[in-house]
């Protein structure tokens, strides 16, 4: 293809997001002041799905039984290359967006909307995949874990997603696996006073087990960045009443998702020894957790340069590299299966904190609104790059083989 022919179609695609861009606005912003719960999000959803239906979208909504998941797809001259946006709009309990995800959600379908502009002119297939309850709430938690478990990322080329983020743009981030255990203890009420020898006390338990959580800390391994986070979430009704039953609730982290294993059976040693010096009875349960996120360099120094080339201040891949993993996100499940990115994109100051009221107000900023439309024209940039140079595609998809076979 000549090189004019290439600059056209990367004309097409950004006279495309800023002609969407105040409708995206209007969807992030709509859907930042009404901000719905992951399981939940039935208008953000459908709002998304039907905007994407406007624009000659298939879309099938309901996906793998989650109400509020679709994967809208567009086909042109061709089926191939497959490349997917992925969209986020789960808000959080009492603070709202102050995940940003309605800007994930604008930014994804305003990327798959301007690269559906090309895909009559050139060979490829895109999807933009609604992948709901992010932050884990509700029956659809984990659901990019789910579909790539499904196989829906089977026979993909390519996947990105953007995040909004506070301090420096970064084209990628490291990500923790995590998986959370509940611990319940069950002993016997009785009179605290009177009839203390009839009871058996869950709450010591739930101390007991606390403590030898602390004691394992400092003998964790110190180049796993493991973090262990927990709360008593139920300690009893009354302090006249021997508590009966206490619920402890924990999160466990680590950039190697081989050391999981190993911190999940130190915990349930210290739940069953807590069990046994109280006499309680003790239930555990491990959930199904998310991996660690498999890198990509190729993809990195692809959207380094065009986001750069956006006028976006970008730190370079390397220093990002170098960050220690602090998060955790489905999507690194994603990154297990297909070749994958998740640029962050800054819309706050260094010092503001994701998951605040005062994040949640920078997405509908003006700040804000810009990170919508980098998001979209850099992601559908990326995505034309990879269709109109196969050699390109492939180097990105042999890293991908290289990083997987390194990792097993
Ligand atoms: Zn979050
Ligand atoms: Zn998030």
Known sequence: MMMRDEERLKKLVLEEVDRLLPRLI????????????????????????EELERHGFKVERGILNMPTAFRASYSGVGPTPKIAFMAEYDALPEIGHGCGHNIIGAAAIGAGIALRRVLDEVAGTVFVYGT?????????????????????????????????????????????????????????????????????????????????VHANRQQLRRDANAVIHGIIREGGAASNIIPDRAVLQFGVRSSDDSYIPELVKMMKNCARGAAIATGCEVHIDVRPGLRSNVRNEPLERLLYRILSELGEEVEPPELT????????????????????????????????????REFAEATMTERGHRAIEIGAKAMALAALELILDPRLLEEVKEAHRRAISESS
């Open 321 to 356: 590299a170098r960050r220690i993993p602090m998060a955790s996100t489905d999507f690194s499940d994603v990154t297990h299966v297909v070749p994958a990115i998740h640029p962050m994109i800054s819309i706050a100051p260094e010092g503001v904190a994701l998951h605040t």
């Open 132 to 212: 709901p309850a992010e932050e884990g709430r509700g029956p659809s938690a984990g659901a990019k874990r789910r579909m790539a478990e499904a196989g829906l990322f089977d026979d993909l080329d390519v996947a990105m997603m953007i995040h909004p983020t506070s301090g420096i743009t970064r084209v990628n981030e490291g990500f923790l696996a995590v998986t959370g255990i509940t611990v319940e203890f069950k002993g016997r009420a009785a009179h605290a006073a009177a009839f203390p020898h009839l009871g058996v006390n869950a709450l010591n338990a739930a101390v007991l087990m606390y403590m030898a």
């Open 26 to 49: 209007e969807l992030s912003d709509w859907i930042g002041m009404h901000p719905e719960l992951g399981s939940e999000e039935y208008e953000a959803s459908k709002r998304l799905s």
